[in-house]
């Protein structure tokens, strides 16, 4: 039986975020990772709803459809370390490999184990 080699991940913008930076703008950024692959998007400066449209493609590890695609907004931050802004878990066993590339919009969760209530955009 076939089984898919690489998953393509398709980041387009963000809406609402939490203003982090200087007149409640961000240097956003979105890492993405799956197994021990990670990518990086450019940094979208003073922006707040910054549009992407970066495209990357990354390995499925061994565990296959068990494995999650780990996507994480974060603010560029030169003093101290880049402060989190928002994250979300798509596990790969959700996506049926046969459909047609679809967009959908995510709403972006706390870090694991926080129970924050707050909207932290989409």
Same mark, same amino acid.
């Not at 780990?70 to 030169?78: A, D």
């Given at each position: 039986?076939?089984?898919?080699?690489? #998953?393509?991940?398709?980041?387009?913008?963000? &809406?609402?975020?939490?203003?982090?930076?200087?007149?409640?703008?961000?240097?956003?950024?979105?890492?993405?990772?799956?197994?021990?692959?990670?990518?990086?998007?450019?940094?979208?400066?003073?922006?707040?709803?910054?549009?992407?449209?970066?495209?990357?493609?990354?390995?499925?590890?061994?565990?296959?459809?068990?494995?999650? #695609?780990?996507?994480? #907004?974060?603010? &560029?931050?030169?003093?101290?370390?880049?402060?989190?802004?928002?994250?979300?878990?798509?596990?790969?066993?959700?996506?049926?490999?046969?459909?047609?590339?679809?967009?959908?919009? %995510?709403?972006?969760?706390?870090?694991?184990?926080?129970?924050?209530?707050? %909207? &932290?955009?989409?």
């Amino acid at each position: 039986m076939w089984s898919p080699t690489h #998953v393509q991940v398709l980041v387009k913008c963000a &809406r609402g975020l939490n203003g982090k930076g200087k007149n409640g703008t961000n240097d956003a950024f979105v890492t993405i990772g799956l197994g021990k692959e990670k990518f990086q998007t450019s940094v979208k400066e003073k922006a707040e709803d910054p549009e992407w449209c970066e495209q990357c493609e990354l390995s499925i590890p061994q565990q296959g459809n068990r494995a999650e #695609v780990v996507l994480k #907004v974060l603010h &560029r931050n030169f003093v101290g370390g880049d402060e989190f802004l928002g994250q979300i878990s798509l596990p790969l066993q959700e996506f049926d490999v046969y459909e047609k590339p679809k967009a959908i919009v %995510y709403q972006l969760l706390c870090k694991p184990g926080q129970k924050k209530a707050e %909207y &932290r955009g989409e």
